[in-house]
């Protein structure tokens, strides 16, 4: 069992940087590919960013590239989210999400097994 605590969201404004973190619990966290997703409201689900077990693979969203930076320390079982540049449509309440040992990243929610209670990024204009 796995339990994803995100912390660092907040409000911003146009152009500001926030860095997400979502602390994990277990031992196994270092084999978890990890994700982070976004909901806004009205909105579905969507896909943000991901990051293999090792770190050595990652993957963004389109809307987010050059932007957002994903990466993991898994020495203090922590997957970070580096936000820069943020805009209005990036407001939404942010997820981390991890996968079950050896599984490769993906950018399905449906795939991922355990996820956080969200934290709520607001950037105003």
């Known amino acids: 069992q796995v339990q994803l605590v995100e912390t660092g969201g907040g409000l911003v404004q146009v152009g500001g940087s926030l860095r997400l973190s979502c602390a994990a619990s277990g031992r196994t966290f270092s084999t978890y590919a990890m994700g982070w997703f976004r909901q806004a409201p009205g909105k579905d689900r969507e896909f943000v960013s991901a990051?293999?077990?090792?770190?050595?693979?990652?993957y963004y969203t389109d809307s987010v590239k050059g932007r957002f930076t994903i990466s993991r320390d898994n020495a203090k079982i922590t997957v970070y989210l580096q936000m820069n540049s943020l805009r209005p449509e990036d407001t939404a309440v942010y997820y981390c999400?991890?996968?079950?040992?050896?599984?490769?990243?993906?950018?399905?929610?449906?795939?991922?097994?355990?996820w956080g209670q969200g934290t709520q990024v607001t950037v105003s204009s």
């Open positions: 990051i293999s077990w090792s770190g050595g693979s990652t």
């Open positions: 999400a991890a996968r079950y040992p050896g599984s490769e990243i993906t950018v399905v929610a449906g795939e991922y097994d355990y």
